[in-house]
């Protein structure tokens, strides 16, 4: 039995927790467990199940905080985002509460007489969500609250360096009312939980597979699951654009990059990769990002005024490094007074917030002068490294913006309503926001990306019901006599 220690990367002598890590055997008899009582679940009326989901809801409000503390601590996100990303479980909650009173199917005029034809949503039998750390409690729920409302049972897999979070969550969940056996929870590491996967699905225990997390991974999920003729529900990395206009307003443009590329330590999923700035604005834009940057306060998450603390965990750590490797000569580096890596006494920041002594700290790197074969330009950092590049057409600039071939979300600063309607038709993203920064999108619209960024299966609002019920349709013959359809038709 293998232990992991999740440990705060802003102090990595403090454990958070200790968790034993589940084998691939371990994961297939939660399966098993999940699909003995999702059945049972199935029969709960969906309004009932919709209290479970409120009481959900009530529950998270009243440790909105102890919540929100503890995911700072054991994940290093600044506590405002951290309360942030709590508030997000409560509006997703809140959104489907309701839905266990709709969940509406519809009747549908037959082409014949004394029959009546209906459509119904049906669960799809037992979930298994497989999710990233970043957002250890509020992406969960986007899977876990309407999965669980619709009537599935789930099999949840969190981050292991995200677990005491995930456990604060789940036991938040069992206490909402969901039955035994409906919804388990496996900490597992990669290995295990994709042999697991693979073990279950063989033996017909998981019906739809919901994961967030690289799109390395994200594929061969994909891979799995295709060989089960499912389509799962992947939302993957990266690379999103932000366009600027000559017409935009500049300070706001700024004020979105900052947020939006170096908020979060540039780890979330929407963070800004690359800013493309108009040629006539360019060089005031970088001057202003840098400066913003370089003033920015960098540190302690557990202050309020902080763009961001430590990296996630030590694996995020490393590939950061590794990201350093891309920036090449005819880059020019600012932000931290152009130094990049672990920021320490050696390597200090200038007004780092708290000792970086013992924490994952790292200095913010933006570059400018990205060009369109660099490796940087193409590809997801996931840490705060940031990209700039000029254009001059916006045509040019749309196609930057799709070129490394992710899309999941972008931006786009603008003053005129054409800029913006053209790059919102030209955009291969998901998600699309004009004047705000690529992350931070609200929890009732349609979440979700195509290419490298996923299958274009999306979460939130909605939308998610057609992840986790599947259409039946019935028909109602009354008539007292077999009417073939197409062949007993009346025509006019
Ligand atoms: C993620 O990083 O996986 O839009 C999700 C946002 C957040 C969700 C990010 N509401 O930035």
């Known amino acids: 039995m293998t232990i992991y220690r999740s440990v705060n990367p802003a102090r990595l002598d403090d454990v958070v927790a200790e968790v034993r890590l589940a084998d691939a055997d371990g994961f297939v008899a939660a399966c098993r467990t999940a699909r003995a009582a999702q059945r049972g679940w199935a029969a709960v009326p969906a309004p009932v199940r919709g209290q479970v989901i409120g009481n959900l809801g009530r529950l998270v409000r009243a440790n909105f905080e102890t919540l929100a503390r503890l995911v700072t601590r054991e994940i290093g996100k600044p506590i405002a985002e951290a309360r942030g990303e709590v508030q997000e479980i409560i509006d997703t909650c809140d959104f489907f509460l309701g839905e266990g009173r709709r969940l509406y199917g519809q009747t549908v005029p037959s082409e014949m007489s004394d029959k009546q034809l209906f459509t119904f949503r049906v669960p799809v039998g037992v979930a298994a969500i497989i999710t990233a750390g970043n957002f250890p409690v509020a992406v969960p729920s986007w899977y876990l609250v309407p999965a ?228 940087l330009f193409r590809t997801e950092t996931f840490g705060p490294i940031v990209g700039v590049m000029p254009y001059r057409e916006l045509d040019e600039a749309i196609e930057l913006a799709n070129a490394p071939g992710y899309g999941l979300s972008s931006s786009i600063y603008t003053n005129d309503p054409r800029s913006a309607f053209a790059f919102r038709a030209g955009v291969s993203a998901g998600m699309v926001s004009v004047n705000n920064s690529t992350s931070g999108a609200e929890a009732h619209l349609p979440f979700g990306g195509n290419g490298r960024s996923g299958n274009g299966s999306r979460q939130s609002g909605i939308w998610v019901l057609d992840q986790f019920t599947r259409w039946q349709s019935m028909n109602w013959d009354y008539s007292g006599r077999l009417q073939k359809a197409q062949m007993d038709t009346q025509s006019i």
């Open 148 to 375: 669980l409302l619709c009537g599935n049972a789930v099999v949840w897999k969190p981050a292991e360096y995200a677990s005491a979070s995930a456990a604060a969550l789940a036991a938040l969940v069992r206490r909402s009312g969901a039955p035994d056996g409906v919804f388990e929870v496996v900490d597992a590491d990669g290995a295990a939980t994709y042999e697991g996967l693979s073990g279950a699905l063989d033996a017909g225990l998981v019906d739809k597979v919901g994961f967030t997390g690289s799109s390395e991974v994200g594929a061969r999920i994909g891979e799995l699951t295709g060989r089960h003729l499912q389509t799962p529900c992947l939302e993957l990395g990266g690379k999103n654009p932000m366009v600027v206009t000559p017409d935009a307003d500049l300070s706001l443009a700024v004020e979105g990059a900052l947020f939006g590329g170096f908020g979060t330590a540039g780890q979330r999923c929407t963070s800004l990769g690359t800013a493309i700035v108009h040629e006539s604005v360019y060089e005031s834009f970088v001057d202003s990002l840098g400066k913003a940057l370089s003033d920015a306060v960098i540190g302690d998450p557990s202050r309020e005024d902080v763009l961001y603390g430590p990296l996630l965990a030590d694996r995020f750590a490393r590939r950061y490094e590794d990201y350093l490797g891309w920036i090449g000569p005819h880059h020019r580096v600012l932000g931290s007074g152009g130094r990049t890596g672990r920021i320490t006494a050696d390597n200090p920041r200038p007004g780092f917030a708290g000792d970086p002594a013992g924490g994952l700290f790292y200095h913010p790197v933006l570059v400018a002068g990205v060009r369109p074969d660099d490796e």
